[in-house]
T-cell receptor, first 113, second 114 residues
Framework: DSGVTQTPKHLITATGQRVTLRCSPRSGDLSVYWYQQSLDQGLQFLIQYYNGEERAKGNILERFSAQQFPDLHSELNLSSLELGDSALYFC????????????FGPGTRLTVT | QQQVKQSPQSLIVQKGGISIINCAYENTAFDYFPWYQQFPGKGPALLIAIRPDVSEKKEGRFTISFNKSAKQFSLHIMDSQPGDSATYFCAASRFSGGYNKLIFGAGTRLAVHP
């Protein structure tokens, strides 16, 4: 168990809808990262937050957004969902002293029908 | 320049054998190379990592070999066990300006047969 928690574990929704995925980092970790894992694209970095501020963006669609709250939990918002958004979404966190070591949560499996 | 190429795509090894997975990168600015292990239905778990100033790092049965001039690194799993059957991902990152995104390889599905 990495100490990173994600909810929900599974999510099934229809095209055009909006969903929110939640992540709680390991205790004390200030950095939160979001990754998408799909069969055709593999593991892709989406976005990083550090202590509430956006630090880096990867291949994140404009329909997707994220934020990190004062208690350090993070939410990934996916809107106008398409079939191709079906994937596993992982959150990871790292400590300030060891920023390279990212610890992943169990993921949220999103199915868009 | 941001790619990490991983091979093979799948690997079958007999129990007790050596599993070898290879990765190559292009961006010489990368300064951290971790390996992650992922079991079905689970998130990737950090297994072992290396910095480019070291040519080899060993932790238990797992060893990373790093060749900076060739821009290649590999994972060796000694005395492979059925419990090692999982998907392995190599990755690379560059810590710059306070951000540290991981660039992952495509993954290798390892099956260790008893």
């Amino acid at each position: 168990d990495s100490g990173v928690t994600q909810t929900p574990k599974h999510l099934i929704t229809a095209t055009g809808q909006r969903v929110t995925l939640r992540c709680s980092p390991r205790s004390g970790d200030l950095s939160v990262y979001w990754y998408q894992q799909s069969l055709d694209q593999g593991l892709q970095f989406l976005i990083q937050y550090y202590n509430g501020e956006e630090r880096a963006k990867g291949n994140i669609l404009e329909r997707f957004s994220a934020q990190q709250f004062p208690d350090l939990h993070s939410e990934l918002n996916l809107s106008s969902l398409e079939l191709g958004d079906s994937a596993l979404y992982f959150c990871a966190s790292s400590a300030s002293g060891t920023p390279y070591e990212q610890y992943f949560g169990p993921g949220t499996r999103l199915t868009v029908t | 320049q941001q790619q990490v190429k991983q091979s093979p795509q799948s690997l079958i090894v007999q129990k007790g054998g050596i599993s070898i997975i290879n990765c190559a990168y292009e961006n010489t600015a990368f300064d951290y190379f971790p390996w992650y292990q992922q079991f079905p239905g689970k998130g990737p778990a950090l297994l072992i990592a290396i910095r480019p100033d070291v040519s080899e790092k060993k932790e238990g049965r797992f060893t990373i070999s790093f060749n900076k001039s060739a821009k290649q690194f590999s994972l060796h799993i000694m005395d492979s066990q059925p419990g090692d059957s999982a998907t392995y991902f190599c990755a690379a990152s560059r810590f710059s300006g306070g951000y540290n995104k991981l660039i992952f390889g495509a993954g290798t599905r390892l099956a260790v047969h008893p």
